[in-house]
């Protein structure tokens, strides 16, 4: 803990800038790599904003956690204003700039838009957990080492990547040191001469000479974020959903499911065969829809109508188009939120489009590259659950994994529907569906007497979908979150704090010093 808050001060820039500790209440947090998770914290405590919070854990990811997130990679952040009680979707997708093997980078300047919209501190502030974690190197969490366990081949193949990950031979364990000198020389760019300096500065130049030709000089100088009104869906009178994910495709499947469960509200014994059969119609709807564009993703009522009306036939119908298979590996993007004391909330999620990018590493650069964006990209998603006009939050929870946006909806459903606690709807069994036959993915104590009427054929899968999250059931008192309470998902390894509390793994501590240090 030292070490970031000591990174944070010898990185910096003008310590005339630095905003005062917070003292009580610091608002919560939720990521999936610990030390990520704790570089959020530090910021929240030195008195930053959430926004300014997620750029520390963005940058650290890149660090910590590169299998699912990256300077390669991009990904989509929404902030909720409270005092203004807007939400802003800020787009920064790692596209493909033609028919070329390589993404454009996004992370960076992705977050320098969500920095310039709603930071505190000054920009040099945020790096130093990031900075210090590359130079220095840091121990593989168990998190990068679960990923490792299913890295590609080329990880190993690369000379570039192999020095990186596999300096013996063989690819680094956990509890094993990390170092990452080149990224940590791109990161000190970043921090003194602002992210465009990996877009039109000699730090982009070289980026696009490392790419081999892959990655045009033209496409990193031409490529910007989007700063835009994001959908809202509302599932009842009370509260309203602000969605992310890391592509439109998985914002618009969360979206769905949430506005067709507020229409059907599934009890107990039928929510396994909803659940399922109501991923496979939207996942089918979503196919459909996505050759017709961006105003094609929110659906209109009609939609919905026909999405309801097929989940409550009883009988499953193999979709004739789906989004294709979801995958196994976990790796590949990754999702947090953070909330501030004075109500602004931001969920971001990330991705390299496919687990570990590319495998590759731009040499000199120590940047993993991500290749264009598919539908079988892993999936990644937030949301921020909002009374209508209040300028409050209820609730700000992110998943990633295996079925992602199902399992998001499945936790984020019952607090916000029946208050229930939002550590009992974490630990409750999930299911999902595998996007392209007739198998509902069932985690162990799902009951399957439902599902069994619908015509799925159930699979054991586990986890599906790993969700983090921080839950205010009163509304959150501006400067006050003692009714505030974060929690972590047991399937994971990732770390969750929330005013002066901690959560790790599923376990909650009081007080304001982690008893488990990542």
Known sequence: ????????????????????????????????????????????????????????????????????????????????????ATPTLFDFPASAPGADRVAVPALARGMALLHARHGRMQWPQLFGPAETAARFGVPVSRALARDLAEAPTDLVRDPAS???????????????????????????????????????????????????????????????????????YRANQQQQFVLVGESAATTAMLGRLLALVGQISPGNADGPRFWAEGSAATEAQLAEALPRGATALVPTGAELQALAARVRAGSHERPAKSLGPIGTSRAGATAFVV???????????????????????????????????????????????????????????????????????????????????????????????????????????????????????????????????????SELNRGRGGNCVPAADQRGVGLVFGGTGISTGGSSFSGTTPHNRP
């Open 1 to 84: 803990m030292s070490l970031v808050l000591l990174g944070a001060g010898c990185f910096g820039g003008d310590q005339a800038n630095v905003i005062q500790p917070v003292e009580g209440f610091f608002g919560g947090i939720a990521a999936e790599e610990p030390r990520a998770a704790v570089a959020g914290r530090e910021i929240l405590v030195a008195g930053g904003s959430a926004a300014d919070a997620a750029v520390a854990v963005a940058f650290t990811l890149a660090v910590t956690l590169p299998s699912s997130a990256g300077l390669g990679g991009g990904g989509a952040c929404v902030a909720f204003d409270g005092a203004k």
């Open 162 to 232: 192999a020095r990186i990950f596999a300096p013996a031979g063989r690819l680094i364990a956990e509890g094993e040191q990390l170092v990452q000198l080149d990224l940590a020389g791109v990161l000190s760019q970043i921090r003194q001469r602002g992210a465009g300096e990996a877009y039109v500065g000699p730090l982009g130049r070289a980026i696009a000479d490392a790419s081999q030709g892959a990655l045009p000089l033209d496409a990193l100088r031409g490529y910007l974020p989007q700063a835009t009104a994001p959908a809202i």
């Open 339 to 473: 909330v501030d004391k004075n109500g602004l909330a931001v969920a971001c999620a990330l991705g390299m489009n496919a687990p570990w990018g590319t495998g590759r590493v731009l040499a000199g650069t120590g940047i993993l590259s991500a290749p264009p964006p598919s539908l079988e990209s892993p999936r990644a998603a937030a949301t921020i659950v909002v009374a209508p006009g209040s300028g409050v939050f209820y609730l700000a929870a992110s998943a990633s994994g295996r079925a992602a946006p199902a399992a998001l909806a499945q936790v984020a459903w019952p607090v916000i529907s029946d208050q229930q606690r939002i550590d009992l709807a974490i630990a409750k069994p999930r299911v999902g569906y595998d996007g392209v036959s007739d198998v509902a993915l069932v985690e162990p104590g799902t009951p399957l007497d439902a599902l069994g009427r619908g015509g799925l054929r159930a699979a054991e899968a586990s986890p599906v979908g790993i969700v983090n999250a921080f839950s205010c059931p």
